[in-house]
């Protein structure tokens, strides 16, 4: 995505620990950005264009197909955000359900419990006399 950008870097021998350094941002956070794994901020692509003295638009490539690539990603971001947030409030619920449920459980574990008690005397009672 960005090979326009590494190949003016090289061309000015330029290492991307200067460019981070231009940037203000560590050499690894700027090859992420080179790469394309992470974005450009606005400043830095100001600062990367009047540094290069070219339009950020020709060194990052940024066409038509590529602004329509990244509102995709970003409505795709909207909907998994939306769907997470979703099963989020599922999973809250379910929650509340089975805390609900396991301690019904227990009373009940805690009712069955003492009729047992009560016939386990009853049976020692009988048999002591």
Not at 66 to 71: C, G, I, L, P, V
Not at 112 to 128: A, G, H, I, M, T
């Amino acid at each position: 995505m960005h090979k326009k950008l590494r190949k003016l870097r090289e061309d000015r021998r330029m290492s991307r620990e200067a460019m981070g350094a231009l940037l203000g941002i560590s050499q690894p956070q700027y090859q992420r950005k080179e790469t394309g794994f992470a974005p450009f901020t606005e400043a830095e692509c100001e600062i990367i264009a009047a540094h290069f003295n070219v339009p950020i638009e020709e060194i990052l490539e940024t066409s038509s197909t590529t602004k329509h690539n990244h509102h995709l990603q970003d409505d795709m971001a909207q909907v998994i955000y939306f769907i997470s947030d979703r099963l989020i409030e599922e999973i809250k619920e379910m929650n509340g359900f089975l805390k609900k449920e396991l301690l019904e459980k227990k009373e009940e574990n805690l009712k069955l419990k003492e009729q047992v008690e009560v016939l386990q005397r009853k049976l020692k009672s009988k048999n002591d006399k």
